[in-house]
């Protein structure tokens, strides 16, 4: 993938924030499509912190989970703006405080605005590293570890988004496409899938 960065699309760190909240168990397809609308009515986070729920919740109702995820907009704002002046904070400790924030989307945001050398652990990631035979862990955490031992720290950034892109659009979960895998020849389970 010569081209590995985030295909959710955002201006500003807090919009990507939002934008990796309600990518939660969602594709980025359907946040892009969602976000617009968001932030033109709530371009940052003292406009969001002074929204109701339910005014987040009607323009983020065709994402997954949009009640929770709209709990979560509010009171992620609502802290941004109290205890952190309204920036986004750069470290991975800091930002899982947010409201509706995981160690999976505080590493995206670490990484991909602040070059911090995190690695996110989504389901291709985990999918990927799994079947590449770069770990062998049973979970994201595990399988993070992994990743943090082998992958050089400069690279963490970046592998993060080699290995989404090679599982969303490669090495896909259902039938994986291994003739068109640069990296098949080397791969454990390219011969038992």
């Not at 955002?10 to 976000?35: E, G, H, M």
């Not at 929204?51 to 109702?61: D, F, G, L, N, W």
């Not at 992958?151 to 896909?172: D, M, N, S």
């Amino acid at each position: 993938m010569p081209s590995a960065e985030t295909e959710l699309h955002y201006k500003d760190p807090f919009q990507l924030l939002v934008a990796t909240i309600l990518s939660a168990q969602c594709t980025d397809k359907r946040v892009n499509l969602t976000t617009p609308t968001l932030f033109s009515r709530f371009p940052d986070a003292a406009t969001m912190a002074q929204a109701s729920i339910e005014e987040i919740y009607e323009i983020i109702r065709a994402v997954s989970y949009p009640n929770n995820k709209a709990k979560h907009l509010a009171g992620m704002a609502y802290m941004l703006v109290h205890h952190y002046g309204g920036h986004v904070p750069e470290e991975p400790d800091e930002l899982q405080k947010l409201p509706g924030v995981g160690r999976k989307t505080a590493n995206v945001v670490a990484s991909v605005i602040y070059k911090k050398a995190v690695i996110a652990v989504d389901t291709h990631v985990f999918r990927v590293s799994r079947r590449l035979g770069l770990s062998n862990g049973k979970t994201p955490l595990h399988v993070e570890r992994d990743l943090n031992t082998i992958i050089q720290p400069e690279w963490l950034p970046v592998a993060h988004h080699w290995l989404i892109l090679h599982g969303r659009y490669v090495c896909t979960a259902r039938k994986p496409f291994c003739n068109r895998c640069g990296v098949a020849k080397w791969c454990p389970s390219w011969t038992h899938i």
